[in-house]
């Protein structure tokens, strides 16, 4: 994905000067070509997240669109305050992105894994919070957000991740983009969590459980016609998310689900519960310990089916 969106992020600076990256000291070996090519849109701020959002929010506020950039927590949780007091509350048009989002960092340990930022991002006013599911929808949302009103959060996984769609899908914040069709359940999921959510609907499917899939590449402003629709037409919801269980896209859902007047639809969240992740290891063994791994998904799936079926939640 951090491939992906630089190479669009290029694209969208050679057509408006206006765009500008700042990086707080990281992204060699990816950020050198735009650098080079655009050394008047390029700031390396050095260590100092809250210096870089305070640079960007004063640079926005002159007319210009400003993405800061950094890994994990380091653009968002560190300089909170500043993203608050100094973007939000003034509606600037600074883009934060943040690469290596979940547990992409996990060799590095729990200073290093992004497991609340989007609780906490979607909590901010005006605050847009994008996380694209696969390379292709990275380079969309780098485009998108670009001229998105207001202050963005575009959280991205780290490099490697597979493709899901077999195209460019057509990309609108704000609106999920339906990846398969199912009847029996519904999973949502966000960002990086695609991929491990589709193999989990392939398993489904040579089951005999018939599972939509929905990439819900934007968390705030939720696709709330999405979810509804979900409620209505499947038999129950399932969110899927390499974040906290507590405030993100599946709080997001369940919030809309508890306030609908409809169909009750049951509703389960899979995402990391409650404490700090303690193990060490790659990204994927800690998913697995942390019951992110496929095979997780698609007994937690098959549970709430099942559940659905005894008429057990009816």
Request: aromatic share 6%; net charge negative.
């Amino acid at each position: 994905m951090r491939t992906a969106f630089i190479k669009a992020l290029e694209e969208v600076a050679a057509q408006d000067p206006d765009v500008n990256l700042l990086t707080a000291d990281l992204g060699f070996g990816v950020f050198e070509p735009f650098a080079a090519r655009f050394p008047g849109q390029f700031l390396n701020v050095g260590v100092a997240e809250q210096n870089m959002t305070g640079v960007a929010a004063g640079m926005a506020l002159s007319g210009k669109i400003v993405f800061t950039y950094s890994i994990a927590n380091f653009p968002t949780l560190r300089c909170l305050e500043q993203i608050r007091n100094d973007v939000c509350y003034h509606q600037a048009s600074v883009k934060v992105v943040s690469v290596g989002a979940g547990l992409a960092y996990g060799a590095l340990g729990s200073s290093h894994h992004a497991l609340e930022d989007i609780a906490i991002m979607r909590a901010l006013p005006g605050m847009t919070v994008v996380a694209p599911g696969d390379p292709w929808e990275a380079a969309a949302a780098a485009r998108a957000v670009a001229y998105q009103d207001g202050p963005c959060y575009l959280r991205l996984g780290k490099a490697g991740e597979p493709r899901v769609h077999e195209r460019a899908p057509e990309f609108v914040i704000g609106k999920a983009i339906r990846v398969r069709e199912g009847s029996d359940l519904t999973l949502i999921s966000t960002g990086a969590m695609l991929h491990a959510a589709h193999q989990a609907v392939l398993k489904l499917k040579s089951q005999g459980i018939s599972a939509r899939l929905l990439s819900m590449h934007t968390v705030k402003p939720l696709d709330v016609e999405a979810v509804l629709q979900a409620a209505e037409e499947t038999a129950a919801v399932m969110t899927v998310e390499e974040h906290s269980a507590t405030g993100g896209l599946g709080g997001a859902v369940a919030e809309v689900l508890a306030q609908y007047a409809g169909r009750r639809a049951p509703l389960s969240i899979v995402g990391v519960r409650e404490g700090f992740c303690r193990g060490v290891g790659n990204q994927e063994h800690l998913r697995n310990q942390c019951g992110l791994g496929v095979e997780h998904i698609v007994a937690a799936a098959r549970k709430l089916v099942s559940l659905e079926t005894d008429g057990i939640l009816a």
